[in-house]
T-cell receptor
Framework: NAGVMQNPRHLVRRRGQEARLRCSPM?????VYWYRQLPEEGLKFMVY????????ESGMPKERFSAEFPKEGPSILRIQQVVRGDSAAYFC???????????????FGQGTRLTVV | AQKVTQAQTEISVVEKEDVTLDCVYE???????LFWYKQPPSGELVFLIR??????QNEISGRYSWNFQKSTSSFNFTITASQVVDSAVYFC??????????????FGKGTKLSVKP
């Protein structure tokens, strides 16, 4: 049973380009969470999705960032027109139930390290 | 407001020493969950423990132990007889609510532990 798979592990983009980060949750998990970790910082929640629905995007920047979790395929975090400040590690987590629903654990992927040059 | 504070930014110990990592949290909810994660130099996040707000029993797992004290809003983590492989950044996190969209994790800024041989 494969864990949460994120790809690519490392991504380099020039300023103004688009970055697409992919997350395949664990088998059977329908809840996906994206977090951003800036250098020397803890992780900050960005968005929570269930299949085809955005449940909570309170942590997403208002512009340039979007996320989806289609019925088929991985969850995608898209960053348009990247800037240097977007350089960070982006982690995806998946869980069987909502993390707030009690006895459930979120499993994290290995992260995608985005560098904007 | 919800908040997790890890006051120790960095700790350095010599192998075989015991070390305690502090975590203090703030929440208005009566139902919440506390977590510890380990982030080794390779960058992935490793789940260590989840504890719900109704269970104040201390937990021991091998060399690891956790002390949950609601009276002081603390969830401290102790490593006994530390080893070089314990060197990592350790994050404490809080999850509030019960179901619904209140499932995102609020992370502290992490404590970097260096264990020297």
């Amino acid at each position: 049973n494969a864990g949460v798979m994120q790809n690519p592990r490392h991504l380099v983009r020039r300023r103004g380009q688009e970055a697409r980060l992919r997350c395949s949750p664990m088998k059977g998990h329908s809840h996906v969470y994206w977090y951003r970790q800036l250098p020397e910082e803890g992780l900050k929640f960005m968005v929570y999705l269930q299949k085809e629905n955005i449940i909570d995007e309170s942590g997403m920047p208002k512009e340039r960032f979007s996320a989806e979790f289609p019925k088929e395929g991985p969850s995608i975090l898209r960053i348009q027109q990247v800037v240097r400040g977007d350089s960070a590690a982006y982690f995806c987590a998946s869980s069987l139930l909502s993390q707030g629903a009690g006895n459930t654990e979120a499993f994290f992927g290995q992260g995608t390290r985005l560098t904007v040059v | 407001a919800q908040k997790v504070t890890q006051a120790q930014t960095e700790i350095s110990v010599v192998e075989k020493e015991d070390v305690t990592l502090d975590c203090v949290y703030e929440t208005r909810d009566t139902t919440y969950y506390l977590f510890w994660y380990k982030q080794p130099p390779s960058g992935e996040l490793v789940f260590l423990i989840r504890r719900n707000s109704f269970d104040e029993q201390n937990e021991i797992s091998g060399r690891y132990s956790w002390n949950f004290q609601k009276s002081t809003s603390s969830f401290n983590f102790t490593i006994t007889a530390s080893q070089v492989v314990d060197s990592a950044v350790y994050f404490c996190a809080l999850s509030e609510g019960y179901g619904g969209s209140q499932g995102n994790l609020i992370f502290g800024k992490g404590t970097k532990l260096s264990v020297k041989p």
